[in-house]
């Protein structure tokens, strides 16, 4: 079956970093986008970036964008999230999903992983 299994959140404090990594199994998805979603509580599922795997083309959000870097090892079939400068705002479940599509709409997403928390205090 198909899976994604997030990895590397954690508590860390303001300005600190951390890498998230996403290991998918089932399926090789070279003709995919992997992205990245997170999730605060009492808030709607918002999007990260994203990268296509057939060119590196990648995308941010604009809250993200500066602070974090989505790569992705194509031998491993792994996507990472590299954040620095982290906020407390930046405080979330953090999902990892393929789409056909280097999108930004949850909705254009086919598959989830389960999620892995990061905590930023201030």
């Known amino acids: 079956q198909v899976q994604l299994v997030e990895s590397g959140g954690g508590l860390v404090q303001a300005g600190g970093s951390l890498r998230l990594s996403c290991a998918a199994s089932g399926r090789t998805f070279s003709n995919y986008a992997m992205g990245w979603f997170r999730q605060a509580p009492g808030k709607e599922r918002e999007f990260v970036a994203a990268?296509?795997?057939?060119?590196?083309?990648?995308r941010y959000a604009d809250s993200v964008k500066g602070r974090f870097t989505i790569s992705g090892d194509n031998a491993k079939n792994t996507v990472y999230l590299q954040m620095n400068s982290l906020k407390p705002e930046d405080t979330a479940v953090y999902y990892c999903?393929?789409?056909?599509?280097?999108?930004?709409?949850?909705?254009?997403?086919?598959?989830w992983g389960q999620g892995t928390q990061v905590t930023v205090s201030s």
């Open positions: 990268i296509r795997w057939s060119d590196g083309n990648t």
């Open positions: 999903a393929a789409s056909r599509f280097l999108a930004i709409l949850a909705t254009m997403y086919n598959y």
